[in-house]
């Protein structure tokens, strides 16, 4: 990922609103290097003064668990209302 600060990325839309140019013009938005999502989330972290663990799942078992818990919760809301209890 290439994070960006969000005001950085507004100032540069408006910006670029303002100019008057004819044809497509490309502006490179992203962080001076490429980071992975661990290294993001481990400065973020380390910003936060927060101590987490970082647990690694495989990406099978996430496809898996989002299957089974979609069937789940398709079968939760597609129950008739008389099913449901009342609030």
């Known amino acids: 990922i290439q994070p960006a600060y969000i005001k950085d990325v507004i100032n540069s839309i408006l910006a670029s609103i303002k100019l008057n140019v004819n044809g497509v013009k ?8 490429p980071i992975t999502y661990n290294e993001f989330i481990k400065t973020y972290l380390k910003i936060k003064n927060k101590k987490k ?3 690694y799942l495989p ?10 818990l979609s069937r789940i919760f398709k079968l939760i809301f597609d129950l008739p209302n008389f099913l449901l209890p009342t609030l």
């Open 26 to 33: 490309v502006f490179d938005l992203g962080g001076p290097e």
């Open 53 to 55: 663990i970082i647990i």
């Open 59 to 68: 990406e099978w078992f996430v496809i898996f668990a989002t299957k089974i």
